[in-house]
Nanobody, 119 residues
């Protein structure tokens, strides 16, 4: 059973920074793409950033230049450094991982961590 656990959410003022982390555990052969998504109240879940196993990354236009995604393959962990936070970044943030395990390649989600940016 693969599990993803996120850490690092909280309350921050406009212009502040937060670092989210997400660790995968369980019996896995390999983790392929890892990513961060967010969902604000009343909105659909949207992609924030994604990173391949080799380190190539892509970002939503709304976070480019402010957020940085990274990963540590040895620790099965993905990070999201969020700088210059804005009130519109307020949302529940979820990590997602494409995991190759004995059951094949499947996507797994974390439970979410809340980020609130006050104006």
């Amino acid at each position: 059973q693969v599990q993803l656990v996120e850490f690092g959410g909280g309350l921050v003022r406009t212009g502040g920074s937060l670092r989210l982390s997400c660790a995968a555990s369980g019996i896995m052969f390999r983790i392929n793409d890892m990513g961060w998504y967010r969902q604000a109240p009343g909105n659909e879940r949207e992609l924030v950033a994604v990173i391949t196993r080799g380190g190539s990354s892509n970002y939503a236009d709304s976070v480019k230049g402010r957020f940085t995604i990274s990963r540590d393959n040895a620790k099965n962990t993905v990070y999201l450094q969020m700088n210059s936070l804005k009130p519109e970044d307020t949302a529940d943030y979820y990590c997602k991982a494409m995991v190759w395990s004995a059951s094949g390649v499947n996507s797994y989600w974390g439970q979410g961590t809340q980020v609130t940016v006050s104006s």
